[in-house]
Every structure is written in C-alpha cells, then in structure tokens.
C-alpha cells in the first residue's frame, strides 16, 4: 500500500523497536482482520475504460494481445498490459445486420481463433447477415490476421445457413482438443414471428442444422471443411452429417471443460427453464418437446429418441431471463472454485454449480461491498450480463451493460477475489480500515505504556 494512517502513539516512541513493531502491525496482515471470506463474494477490476464500448460480446486472449468483439461487427485489440492504445483488429460493419436502436439478436455473436493461432493467423466468424433476398442467414466463416490486421477482403465463407426469423440465431463457437470447430446454432425462432412454439419444429428435424450443434474439421484441404468421420450422420440418411448433437433452443454460449474435455453449453428457454447442458455425441436436448424439464408436448415427453437431460435448470422468472454459459473453472485467484461452472442470468446475475453426489447445486455469486476489496477491484456491475470470457491462466472475465439516462453503456471486468482485510481507500492511497487501527490500539496500546514508562528494554 502506499500509505497508512498514522498510528496514535508512533510520534511518542523513544526505542527503535517499538518503532519498528508500530511499522509492522500495520504492515502485516491481522489474524484477527474483519472481512469477507474468499468464498462468499467477488470483486471486479475494470482493466480497460470500456465505456466507450459498443455492444460487446465476446472477450478473448491470446499470447500477444486481449480482443474485444462488439455484435456491431467491431472487434478491438489491446496489448496485454492493457495500456491506453486501441487497435481496430477487424471490421465486419458493413457485412453483418444489426440495428442499434433495438434488442437485435443478429449481428456479429462471436470470434473464436483456431488452436494453431500463433502459426496460421486463422480465426473464425459467427455473424448473421440479411441478404438480397430478404432472409436474414448466420455465416460461419474464417478469416486471416497479417500484421495485426484481419482484411475482410479475404473472408471465405463455411457455412450459410437460413434463418427463419431475427431470433434466436445462437451464437457458440469453440474448439476442442482434437482441433474441431463446434458451432451452437438456435432453432431460428418461429415462422412468420407467431409466437407459437409448437411450430418451432426444427431443432427436432435431423436434416436442418437449426436447433443444433455443429462439428466439422476446418483445415480440409481444398475444401471449405470436413466432416468427422465419427460424427452421429455420417453416411446416413438419418440426418445431417454436420450435427453432433440436436434438440436446442438457443445455445448462445458453450466452453470446452480443459481439464476433462466436456462441452458445457447454456441453453435459453422461453416462459419456463433455462438449463445447463452437458453435450454428448448424438444427444437431444428436447427442445421443443420439453423446455428443461418442463415438459411441452404431453404424451411424447417419455418418449423422446437419444434424449440427454439437463444437468440443471432454473425457473425463467423474475429476476432471471436468460441464460448466460461460462466455463469449468481452472483458475488459480478462486481456489474453492476449482471443477465448478461458473455461469449467470442475463438480468439475474452470477451463478456457480458445484458437482456433489447427489447431482449438480448451484449458488449465486455475491458481489462484495466495496470495503472489502483491493483498491482497483471496485469496479461496478452492470444491470446485464452479456457474456464470459477467459483468459490464458484460466481467471474469468465477464461484459455487463446498463443504462445511464437512457444511454446503454457496457463494461468489460474481470473477477477477483476479495482483501483479506478492510481497506479504505483515498484517491491512490490504501488505508487500514478504522475498524484495524482500533483493534492494533487495543492490541498495542499496553506494550507502549510500558515503553513509554522505561519498563522494557531491548
């Protein structure tokens, strides 16, 4: 810290070891420190002023920079000490849809860059784009980094797939260990926006890549891609042989467990559930037969093919609205985190399950008063949660957004945990809370009477 308060009878000592004991106590961190425990709140840095962000979505790291993709089709690159300079790293505005003015659910979702980054440069897109047509598609699609840039020039297209509505368009995009691309696509929405879900057929449709997730191979040579020979359709006429697994609303954001390879996906429900899906080769989710486990379509809920239930799910009401996916944690700040999945709510803030013998609990995540966190950990959270991030180390990162007379403004933070003990802080300086120098006084106060009074000696 860069300084403290002075202790009441420091101008007094005559020896230097009290002195010294006078320097040390306030130094040292107490064993009687009044705080909150690691386990029951986090606190959050704000590493970049990132109010002037527009939109954001995704947050990513690699070995030279942090990127930041905004849905309008921006995506931002900051050093890794994130000092004051900005690079514009791709421009996808003029390609993708995205009205501003409204909750568009289209836009540029998400940036993933290939597991061989540091060597190819390549990275992949997911957008959603109006065509001629009329039609609004998501578009897969990889591009190239040269010099810091990415040239949108030399984008070569995957997969074009036709929506059915603005809505519901997913957005997960992730590779796992073996270097295949999974892609999370939503069920479309309903035809014509009627609202009926009972409509919403295509997550169930084996020959639609809606309601889906993808796998494929990107480095087929000659091709846009390959197709696992492993994947549940192949060489079938049962369904498509992109999918691995069906039945999905809207998985708008799944992670690779590293430590165990599970793909963890959070899936949005309408009026009933959100749930957390473990993903399995072939599994359906249910949708639109059952929400969660709620189940829509009675008769035919015991009856699903290949179905994999949730690992959990949550009621969608008040305050929850949608789920946010995040990732197994493998970090080294939140050490009681180790193995559990962090996640959140939309508007209902963070959550964490932890793996237990009788199944999967979940917790919600405090945020610590301000008192309790370091100095440059008191960033504030926003009213909505966007999204997760992580970086290399494994520590999470998280995008919320509020309104501020009207205007949405949107924060990047990362999460850390709290001080282990009350600090007051004053412009740059930290201080002992009062509540510590009270407890040093008392604690203290004995020992300087009697030096002051010649009984000890050193």
Known sequence: MDSVEEFPYVMMVRHNWLMRL????????PVFSMSYSATSCVCLTEPVQSGDFYSPVTFIQDNQRYLVVEQSGKVHSYSL??????????????????????HDERGLLNMVLHPDFKVNRKLYTFSVRTFSDGHDYVIVSQLQEKNGYVDMRKERELLTIRQSSPYRNGGALVFDHDGYLYIG???GGTPSGSGNEQLATQAQNKHSLLGKILRIKVDGSGTNYTVPTDNPFVNSSVGSPEIFAYGFRNPFRCSFDKGANKLFCGDNGNHHENEIDIVRKGGNYGWNIKEGNFCLAPGLCDH???????????NNTSPYSAVIGGYVYRGEAFKHWLRDYIFGDFSGGLLRLRKSITGWKSENIQLCPASSCPCGARATYGQYLHSFGQNINGELYIITSKFNEGVLSSTLLKLVPPSPVYVTCRGTNAYIS?????????????????????????
């Open 22 to 29: 006078a320097i040390l106590s306030l130094t040292t961190l």
């Open 304 to 314: 699903i093919a290949d179905e994999e239930k949730p690992i959990f799910t949550y």
């Open 81 to 102: 000490s994130w000092r004051k300079y900005e690079v514009l790293f791709l421009d996808m505005t003029e390609e993708v849809s995205f009205d501003p003015n409204k």
């Open 434 to 458: 009062t509540t510590f120098t009270l407890l040093m006084s008392l604690l203290c106060g004995p020992l300087l009477k009697s030096a002051l009074s010649g009984h000890l000696s050193w």
């Open 185 to 187: 696509l939503g069920d």
